[in-house]
């Protein structure tokens, strides 16, 4: 979530409690960042929303997410072990 003020209010069926943070709760953090890319590139791929994408998006979806080039040149690597299993 992404909330624009650092206030909840949280119900009960008997009371209300208001908790409140300080500005810095509402930053997200490095690995927050990261996965929200790396869903959103996965999403791209992934038009049925089914959890799956083919063998050959793998490589666009971790260059959107950043990975290390010596990764995805080890890439058809991982694809050839992919296919075999």
Known sequence: KSPRFPVWIVGSSSHFTVLMGDTGC???????????????AWKTQDAESAGFIQKEALGPV???????????????TLAATLEVT
Do not use: T
Request: glycine share 4%; hydrophobic share 30%.
């Open 62 to 76: 971790l260059e959107a997410c950043g990975a290390d080039p010596e990764i995805m040149n080890k890439l058809s």
């Open 26 to 40: 509402l930053k997200e953090s490095k690995s927050d960042e990261l996965l929200e890319k790396c869903r959103r």
